[in-house]
């Protein structure tokens, strides 16, 4: 028997709509992102009003957004996805080694993770973000990690804005 995974950002706790399956993919992705040099917040409010399962940036100022599939079932119902594009410059979505590849978007990269790491089964096609929505998305993505930051160091804090 497993114990439940954790959520992938240690200052966010899980908000139980989330699968173990979901939070181990999410873990193991997030640990592949760092790898390739990139921080990485999950559940980031968009401003189509959408939330990402996991967005990334790098020193460069490149955006990859990764939505978490933890079965085919979950891929099935979503529609959503598409609104993302809008958001980064690459679309991955990352699943378990469970899950058949040729189910997804042929446009779209590909991660297969577990809990402890994850692999790029095949890159995203690039589309770059216009200079505005970048900034919105830096901006945005700073001020989330430094909420969370100060919730970590403080905890009974007061007056940190909802997410």
């Not at 706790?13 to 390739?36: E, I, K, N």
């Amino acid at each position: 028997m497993h114990a439940p995974f954790s959520s992938p950002d240690p200052a966010l706790p899980p908000d139980r709509r989330q699968s173990d399956t979901a939070l181990a993919v999410a873990r193991g992705t997030a640990r592949l992102l760092r790898s390739l040099g990139f921080a990485c917040v999950s559940e980031l409010s968009l401003p189509s009003g959408r939330r990402a399962d996991l967005v990334a940036m790098n020193a460069r100022g490149d955006l990859w957004i990764v939505e978490i599939k933890s079965s085919v079932e979950d891929l099935r119902a979503d529609h959503k996805w598409q609104d993302y594009r809008l958001h980064c410059d690459r679309l991955f979505f990352a699943f378990s080694q469970d899950m058949p590849c040729d189910l997804f978007p042929p446009d779209t990269g590909l991660i297969v993770a577990d809990a402890y790491g994850a692999h790029l089964h095949c890159d995203a096609p690039e589309h770059r973000l216009p200079a505005a929505t970048r900034k919105a998305m830096i901006v945005s993505f700073g001020l989330l990690a430094a909420r969370r930051i100060n919730r970590l160091a403080d905890p009974q804090g007061h007056g940190d804005i909802d997410e």
